[in-house]
Structures are given as C-alpha cells and as structure tokens.
C-alpha cells in the first residue's frame, strides 16, 4: 500500500512516519437533505434580519464596501443572502500549510486533513507536578514534543499559556521558541492589530518572503472566535484584517454552547454555528478574495444542571459530523476539535476524546484543532494526554489506510497450503508480510498479563508520562539558519522595547 | 423526541431507560463493491475447493442430506455455491430475543442492535481484590449488575466463569443464576449435547413453553466458533444442532486472528471468516430453515512480535465495518464486539474500546457481544470496566437520537430575542427543554477542577468501582413464580444426580 510507509527502526520511540492523511472513504452524514436546508436558511434569516455586530469600524468598512447594510451607530452588520453566498463561493475548497521544513507541507479539505495540538490553556498538568499554571518552560517543552511526534502536522500556539511572561509580549517569546523549536506551520496569537502585525512581519524574517510569498505559501493556522450570540469582537476582527490581508489560512470558530449562548437544541447551536462562521468568512473573502478560510465548529452543550461547558458528549458527536455536511454544503474545509472534560487522563478522556475524534474523522474533518493535549474542557495542556491523543490519532490514520484486498493478499494458496487446522506463522505469505502488515502502538501496552504486570503493571498514563520524558531527551532542534535567527531575535527584542514605551 | 424516552427521577443511579436502540444512519462502509466481490467470491472458492473439517457425523449427516460433498473419512464438507447460497438465503434478515419481562423483548438488524455483556472469562477484576480466578461468586454478581445496567439487552452467560464449580455441572448453576437474578435473555453454554439440551429443558420450564413456543419467541442467543482455518469442532456442532433445532438465535463466529489462524492480512482473515461462517449459516439452516443466524465476525490481528491477540486496534475496527458489509450482502444480522488488549481500566482500555464500538456501531451492528466488562484481551470480566463500557454503549446510543432539526427546536424566536451578546439561560424555550435537551452522564465526572478535586480527586474507574457496587446494593430480583423456580432447581439437581453418575 503505498500511503502505509515503512517505519524507520531505531532506539528511539518508534512511531509511524509523518505524512498526509487522507479519508479514502464516503463522509458519514447525520443530517437528511431537508434538516440540512432548514438549518441553512434559519442562518441565513439570522444574518438578514438580525445581522451581526461588529465591534470594529475598520472591519465594518469592508461589510460595507462588499455592499452590505452597515449600521454605524450600533456597529450592526446585516447580511443579505445573496450577496453573503457570492462572497463565499470566493473561498477556496481547500487549503494548504507550510512549515518551514519543505516537507512539512499539508492539505486540508476534500478527505485531506490535518491534527493540530492544543493551544493556549491557562493550565500545565503532568503526572508528576500535577495541575499548576502554565509558564514558559511548559510552553517550550510542549513545542518539542508536538516537534517529536510525527502524528502531529500544526502546533497550536503556546499550547500551554507561559503565564509567567509579560502578557503583552508573550506572543513574541511564543513565537521565538516556535521559530527555533518546530519545523511545523503553528497558530500564531493575533489578537489585536499590533500581535497580528508581528506575527505577520515575523513569518517573513522566519520564512524569507515578502507578503505575496506568504500568501502563495501560507504558514500559519488562523484560529479565532466569535463571542456568540452574534459578535465579532474588535480585536479579533482587526486580528482577522491583518493576516487575512496576507492570505494565510482563516478559521472563524462560534462559541456556541447549546444552552448558554445558543437555545437548548443542538439545531438551535449548529444554525447560529453556521450563521457566524459564514458572516466570518464573507468578512475574510471581503478582506483579500480568495483567501483560505475553514469553517470553524465547536458546538456543544452545557451541563445543565450546573451550566459548565462538556466535550467529546453525544451532542459534541452529532455536531461534529453535521458540521460537516455544512461546510461540504458550501465548499469549504472545517475544523472541529478533540474535546473531553475529564481533569485527569483516564478512561473518561479517552471515551470522551474518541467521541470526539471519531464522529470529526468518518464526517471527513478537514484540521482537527485542540486536537492533542487538551484536558478539563481545555483548561489543561497535558503532557500524558498529548502522548495519548497522539496514539489515538496515529490509529484512526491506520484507521484510513484502506484494507489492501488482492488475490494476492487474501492469500488463496496459502489458505489451500495450510488446510483445515493449520497456522499462518510460518508460511511464505506471512514471512512477507509479518513485520509491516499490522498497525504498532505507541504507548498501548499489548503484553500478556505477566509481562505487563513483571514490567511494573504501569496504567498507560504512566506510561504517557514515560514516554514524554523520553521524547524530551531524543530532542533535537531542527536547524535553522543562524543568520535568519539572529534576525527573528533582534525583531522580537525591538518590538519588546516598542511595548515597554507604549506600557 | 419520540425515542429519546424520559428518564426516571430517584435516589438510585442515574441512567436512561431499557430501551430497543436503532441507528437511523446510513451505515459507514470501508470496502469497494469490487473489493466485496472478491472476497466473497474467495470464500466461496474456499468452500467448495478446500471445504471444511466438521467433526461429528450426525452435523455431516445434516449437511449430506442438503445435498453437499461429504467426505465421512476425513470429514471434509465441500459446498458447491448454489447450494450454499440457496440455504442462506432461508435465514431471516432480523432476529428477536426475549427476556423473561414480556417487555424486555428486542429485535437485531436493519439498523436495530443489542448490547449484550461479556461472556466467560476466566478471571473477574475489580480494583478491590484485583485480578483472580473468577468464581460463582463473582458470577453471581455480574448478573446482578447486568440485570441493573438499562444499556444492556442480553447477559453473556457466565461473565465471569465460576471456576470454584464443577466443569461438568457448572453450567446448571449458571442458568438458575440467570433465571432468578436476570429478566433479560444470555447466552447458555451449550458445548457438547448434553448442556445444549439442558438449556433446553430449562428454557421450556423458565418459559414455559414448549419447543414450538420457543422457537417462535427466541430466548437464547447462542454464540459459538469455528476452530480457524476451517475446523467445526463435533462438540460444537452437537450444540448447534440441539438450540436450531428449537429456533434459538445462533451465531458461529469464526476465530480469525490476521497472522496466526488467516494470513497476515486484513482481506485474508476476513475471507476465511465469510466462508466459515457461511457455511456455519448453511448448517443452521440445513437443521432447521428459517432458523435465525447471525453472521459471526471477531476478525482481528495478532501482535506480530509476540504472536498475542489485539483487539480494539485500527485492523480490529477495520474487520468490523467490512463485516458489515458483508453480512448486508447477504441479508444476514451480524455480531461484533467490544474488545481491548489493556490489563486495566485505564485510558488504553477506554480509546480500544472506543475503536471497536465506533466502527461496529456506524456499521450498523446488529448485536454487540462481549460487549460490556470485557478486559485484557477478554481474559477478564473487569467490574469496573463493565460500568466504563455502560457509559460509552449510552453515549452511542444518545448519539444514534438523530439531531431534532425543526423551526421550533432551532429557536429563531429566542435568538431574536436574546440578540447579539445576550445568552439563553433563562429564555422560555430553554426552560422548557434544559431538562432532558441533551445527554446524562452515568460514570462521567463533568464537575470543575475545584468540584472534582473536593469530591476526592476520583478518576472514571475509581468512580465505576463505587458505581457497581452502589448498584449492588440497589439490586432487586426481578420477581419469579415460586413454582417455576422450584422447578428449575428440581430439574437442576436432578440433571446434576445424573451427571454425578456418568462422572
């Protein structure tokens, strides 16, 4: 099979190689025809009648320029249909992210897809320190390890939040260690006009292109969100100008959260999710035609009884896969998330995390985002969960390998050599095929019994927390041009002393 | 939402009701029309070139009189394809399983499904005593739980073998246990003729009912193996041959571990699989036409460096949704499985269950066996592991409650309403939906950190471990006639007098 490469044997963990995912099979839909259309036209109505506000004069002169309805004094958006579906047929169906290694190039959309790791908890949590808040030796260690694991295609920013740094500033340090530590595009911080800019100015010292060699080979994952029901903040909207101007890829997340800032329903979430995200990417097409844009989802629920936000529920699921059939409605790749609530890295995580990860990959996600690492309704980066996402994403891509059927591999003359009450282990058709024919895990542990048991009877947590700390020493930076680093690091040290006088 | 049942309001544990569970979905499909040609077309080569091994003369005599090649030196059966598929053809595409409670009457196929518990293993676990030989005491209480647990349709026997009994009497135990502590259906042991005619007598006396009456309100599921590659073993087949007489639910699912039993390959195990259990198909149908048959799958790979079972891995999920395909082919209901390779009830245990749940659930699975409990390769008949998999088969289920998508469910009103901004906690439509719009977790701890960590900082499986023994003690046997009950333990002692005496 040609996309089941061969791993490479070493001493080092062994993993499968890094490359292109593909879902080679049909999209599993939830939705019927009808279910799909009323859900589309409620948006639509939501966007007509209702419209968005848009807390950002500069952002509202694009509305207003695409010849939409603009309301001044309440910074009201009011999209008509028409114009709203023309705007977004100018979205590419797919998209692609560069790292800064040539080969680090990936597809999302149209079965392609992409895992990014979790970005941006305010919380660190490991085995051994337990739960505290992030600070940058987090942040760095985290950026190595999602380095290290071949699975993963994005870096989600910090990951973990390196609250120990000057919040102003941050964004810069985060994007130094993501220069020097990764070969992977990340999500950069582009919240505000200045962090936007910076990151754009960075990426061309980091990647030696003016903005049209940007925009050709965009290198960053643009993810933000709305504050649902229907705003768009104006930090985040001028965040959205500045990178969008330069064509790297767009994603427009809804908060929505059936119960709290959508109505109790799921339709009710997934109509506002879609109202949102569509006003999000006629804004981009508004910016720069053409410019990539994923259709953002993160619709769930929340508890109830006591209102706090749940991920990788029945509800996440089903949201997840109709998502899908939204946005392939529209032409557009999405994003969907590997969410859990569980505060620690157990089976709940896990159930949760495959609830997740399950109903986004057979609904043919484009990126998973929040995709490795996240615990505690994303409170958390963890550095189990990080391993143990990674093996449940390294999975479900073995998952997509489709089963090789060939006379050749069903092996009729072995079956007729063998007979009835035979083995296959030493027959010639095993002995081909015995050393690459099944998946091999990464911290799944398929000992008998007494071997787990004699080898310290570790849960695989344990063994996660093992397996991170080995990652960490078989570390290696991947070279970057010492000239191209000197340069990042005096950008980010002049724009520290710009922020000390504007502070 | 019509079968999204209200759940009961108490003291007791918190769960959603017994209830038939359909998926409504298109099933997920892995494999092209030409890939399942050639499979199938393979098996059928296989039958008629190769045959099968059936090792007992009065099962040949079956298979002589449906017009096969019937070699009675070797007990090789060949079945030529016409013939075979012509005796398929006479299985049902659904089957019935009824509980002792009229109401507890479930139906598999098209789209319907069972859950039934783990079946048999020789060691319980739990995280008091750990893991030990299992005893009839541990048996006992399985039952109890499965009787309690509203997700499960059908008990597994035993579940845990009580291996402190007698081998040759143990089953008589097992059955009155069943009897007096469940209302829902199991599966009986019936290896050999004589326990296959016990369970029988016993059904006729639980039930009732003659053998015509058990035949047309099946209460057994009776699943079994073939010996991979293409062994029916005579003890086996004497077993069959006594519960399709009677009309009872069969399964024979054939042993097919990719690299030991088949050739390494996905396609080769799942050609043996198609042509063993078709001709177990053709056998049950040959006893008795019209017989229901569930088409058996367990397809999976061993670990290529130990030679060990693996079960929940990417291969195991892939198995399973081509099964699907498969037995849809023929028009047949067919098993999977929950399987895991993990010794504990960790996060491993929870992601490989998730794998095989997932990929047999989209495929639209018609009965899930061993499919609650079930730990370490299915050596285990885990406690907690058995509440773990309750909570994941309820998720799914709430997962395969379609999307309610309505202008009422959506909310336009409330959006319009709450407007940009706002949130929906105290709108009517959410008050009028918040307590039953979304999903109620069993196991799962959706508290925050601070909530969590102040109730003990308790991960999911020191929760199941509290769950099922608060469930224990909540038990109440479902009520049975004193005179049945005194018949059943007449006929038992009686049987085990004779046993005493072959003995």
Known sequence: MARRARRVRSTKVEQAPFRQVINPYEPFEVLSEEQLELIHNSSLTILEDIGIEIQDAEARGYFKRAGFDVDEQTGRVRLDRDGLLELISKAPSTFELHGRDPGKVMKGGKGHMLFAAVAGPPFAGDLDQGRRAGCYDDTVKFIKLVQKLNILHVQGGPSVEPTDLPPLTRHL??????????????????????????????????????????????????????????????????????????????????????????????????????????????????IRAGCPYVYGSFTSAVDMRSGSPVFGSPEFAKGAAATGQLARRYNLPWRSSNGCTSCVPDAQAAYESQMSLWSAVTAQVSIIYQGAGWLEGGLVGSFEKLILDAEMLQMLASWMDPINVSEEEIGLDAIREVGPGGHFFGTQHTMERYENAFYRPLVSDWSNFENWRDAGAKDAAQRANEMWKRLLTEYEAPPLDPAIDEELEAFVNKRKEDYARVD
Chains 1, 2 share one sequence.
């Not at 960075?202 to 029901?229: Q, R, S």
């Not at 767009?250 to 109505?263: K, S």
């Open 173 to 286: 340090d985060v994007s130094l260690a993501c220069a020097r530590y990764l070969d992977k595009p990340w999500k950069p911080n582009f919240i505000g006009r200045d962090r936007a800019r910076d990151a754009v100015e960075f990426a061309k010292i980091l990647h030696n292109k003016d903005a049209d060699g940007l925009a050709e080979n965009p290198v960053y994952y643009c993810n933000t969100n709305t504050n649902t029901p229907l705003i768009l903040d104006g930090e985040i909207a001028q965040g959205v100008i500045e990178l969008a101007k330069v064509g790297q890829v767009i994603c427009i997340t809804p908060f929505t959260l059936a119960g709290a800032m959508t109505p109790a329903s799921i339709s009710g979430a997934l109509t506002l999710q879609n109202a949102e995200t569509l006003a999000g990417c006629a804004f981009v097409q508004a």
